[in-house]
């Protein structure tokens, strides 16, 4: 058995201490501000949950806010139904935000801002092609070359500028550049692209907008705008810190030159009067989560739904949070994985045993008991009267009686589970074989009295005797049997669907596959196992969607919200084994 040692605790990270020392210092007053910033071009996965848990997790501890930023500066990739989902995903989690804009609200603030860059002389359109300017940028050993067009006038970068914004010029003819430094160590300030043009719609704006801002440039910025303390985000993007430090001190510095805003004052008024700008956000960055036998991007994710490799995001063996919450994973047990895995500043690889784990200690507590015969094969109890029917009362949760209890039918036909029984079993085997007795739970005791097999040699029926005196599933006093099986009447149950999931891909890390190979290649196509003549007791016939509950003795389970409909048909998903393979990976490892 796993004990609770075994476990990651949960602890204060480093972000935490470095607020609880900018709050002793006085740093940013007592006020903390963080944001969560997806890009709306997919849905959120378990990934972007550690983050969300992070960020609005800071804000509630330290009673602060935290905003859900949608980053929607690249018009082609995003859509309406990501920005859905990404809410919904967030508020599922159980966390609020406190104001929810987009990058996009600010694209008139952005372009002012860019203006003013140009007229510090920090900026400048640049004319080489893309081809130019990779050459240009020099390489790890070698610094980059100026480009041809470093030194254009204010004024022209500023009639360029206005004409790219004014749909003058195409896609890729030019673009605007801060003006850092080509030799720098750091690729990122050699002199990093903040505006691109696009012509293309965005799916706010329109087509009010032919540039968009690329991410360097609005990031930092959408943080002081919005008045963000600490801007947490991952190890990736530990390199664009400094042009995150530079556009944010650029701006600072340009505020301190009210004339440049010229006829655009009361944009300066504005932006100056901003707690952003008095008390400037910092960039901090931790680890992403990494889990084995899952991909955690977007990108290849998009391609596992594009290519039907699974039924949609919200396929129950995704590892998106709408695929968790569809399979039956708890809000609950995914934020308490998230304040296990903690956060660090090395990268590592979860177990996902870890996260089932967390699963288990949640519904434990939380899942209604039910019996659910997934592989069926008939149980003929021979001196049961043919119409008499035993309502049975059992608890619908062992330890707790607050769930009451369920009514449970018993006749003379039941179905039980073909790996209870044995033809020939050896004899630790506690369940049913010829001659031997086992309870059928909270009912009888019955004695195995034979069986039947087809011409294949598979059992078609077994048979058996029950004993009265043991009604309930006890004899007072009276001889014991070692084995209890769960079982459902073959005529009051119901047929349902059961729907096994097992792991996506057949190797535990699909972002390494051999040469020649992508990640695709390892997808399982028997990772959906999909049982259609189950039987279930009829208490779960008008079970809503998305319940959870567990079929004693063979796992956690929940109706599926799409697929299941209360009364008419019956889809469960299996959300987890009964199995705790974190405690026998723990054992390997020897702890
Ligand atoms: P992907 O790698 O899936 O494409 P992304 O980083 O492009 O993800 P965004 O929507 O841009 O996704 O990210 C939103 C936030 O979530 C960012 O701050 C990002 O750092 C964070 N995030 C993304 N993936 C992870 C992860 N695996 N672990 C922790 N945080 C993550
Ligand atoms: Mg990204």
């Known amino acids: 058995m796993s004990t609770k040692a075994d476990v990651p605790e949960k602890g204060k990270d480093f972000i935490r201490q470095i607020i609880e020392k900018d709050n002793e210092t006085g740093k940013y007053g007592s006020r903390v501000h963080t944001r969560f910033p997806p890009e709306p071009n997919g849905y959120l996965h378990i990934g972007h949950a550690k983050s969300i848990c992070l960020n609005f997790g800071v804000a509630r501890d330290y009673d602060g806010k935290c905003n859900l930023r949608f980053d929607d500066t690249n018009p082609v990739k995003e859509d309406i139904e990501y920005v859905d989902s990404i809410r919904e995903d967030v508020e599922w989690l159980g966390f609020k935000w406190d104001a929810n804009p987009f990058a996009s609200d600010n694209f008139e603030k952005l372009y002012f801002i860019a203006e003013l860059f140009i007229k510090m002389g920090k900026a400048y359109v640049d004319h080489q092609s893309a081809e130019e300017i990779r050459e240009n940028r020099g390489t790890l050993?070698?610094?980059g070359t100026n480009s041809p067009y470093r030194d254009r006038t204010v004024e022209e970068n500023?009639?360029?500028f206005r004409a790219m914004k004014a749909g003058e010029l195409e896609d890729g003819e030019c673009i605007l550049r801060g003006k850092i430094d080509m030799?720098?160590?750091?690729?990122?300030?050699?002199?990093p692209a903040l505006y691109r043009i696009k012509h293309a719609d965005h799916h706010r704006t329109g087509d009010t907008w032919c540039i968009y801002p690329m991410y360097d440039f609005t990031h930092g910025l959408s943080d002081a705008i919005e008045g963000i303390t600490h801007s947490i985000c991952t190890l990736e993007f530990e390199n664009n810190r400094p042009v995150y430090d530079w556009c944010v001190n650029t701006l600072m510095e340009g505020l301190k030159q009210p004339e440049l805003f010229g006829e655009n004052a009361a944009i300066y008024e504005e932006l100056a009067a901003l707690p952003g700008f008095n008390q400037r956000p910092w960039q901090y960055e931790f680890a992403r989560l990494n889990i084995t036998g899952t991909v955690l991007s977007k990108r290849k994710l998009i391609?596992?739904?594009?290519?039907?490799?699974?039924?949609?995001?919200d396929d129950p063996r995704m590892p998106t949070i709408s695929g968790f919450r569809r399979r039956?994973?708890?809000?609950?047990?995914?934020?308490?994985?998230?304040?296990?895995?903690g956060v660090a500043k090395a990268d590592s690889t979860v177990e996902y045993a870890l996260l089932e784990y967390c699963l288990r200690q949640d519904l434990n507590d939380r899942?209604?008991?039910?019996m659910g015969v997934v592989d069926p094969v008939k149980l003929v109890i021979e001196n049961y009267p043919e119409d008499q029917v035993d309502e049975f009362e059992i608890a619908l949760h062992p330890e707790y009686e607050s769930y009451g209890k369920r009514k449970v039918p018993f006749t003379k036909e039941l179905w039980i589970e073909r790996a209870d029984?044995?033809?020939?079993p050896p004899k630790k085997f506690f369940r049913m074989g010829p001659d031997r007795e086992v309870r059928l739970r909270g009912a009888y005791y019955v004695l195995c009295t034979g069986y039947d097999t087809d011409a294949d040699g598979n059992v078609t029926e077994i048979r058996a005797t029950y004993d009265p005196e043991t009604k309930g599933g006890w004899l007072e006093g009276g001889r014991k049997v070692k084995g209890t099986?769960?079982?459902?009447?073959?005529?009051?149950?119901?047929?349902?669907?059961?729907?096994?999931?097992?792991?996506?891909?057949?190797?535990?890390n699909p972002n390494a596959p051999e040469e020649g190979k992508t990640f695709v290649d390892y997808v399982d196509p028997d990772s959906l196992e999909v049982l259609s003549e189950c039987y279930v007791e009829p208490a779960l016939a008008k079970m809503q969607p998305g319940t959870n509950f567990q079929f004693e003795r063979t796992g956690y389970f929940c109706s599926d919200s799409k697929d299941h409909k209360p009364g008419e048909k019956l889809v469960f998903n299996r959300t987890a084994t009964l199995r705790d393979s974190w405690a026998k990976i723990q054992k390997q490892i020897g702890k």
């Open 141 to 143: 050993k070698e610094p």
């Open 158 to 160: 500023l009639s360029l």
């Open 183 to 191: 030799t720098a160590a750091n690729f990122m300030l050699r002199d």
């Open 303 to 313: 391609q596992l739904v594009q290519e039907d490799y699974v039924s949609g995001w």
């Open 328 to 341: 039956g994973f708890t809000p609950e047990s995914i934020r308490d994985f998230c304040d296990r895995i």
């Open 367 to 370: 899942a209604a008991r039910y």
């Open 421 to 424: 029984f044995m033809e020939d």
């Open 485 to 508: 099986m769960h079982w459902v009447s073959a005529t009051k149950g119901i047929k349902a669907e059961v729907r096994n999931y097992s792991n996506l891909f057949s190797i535990d």
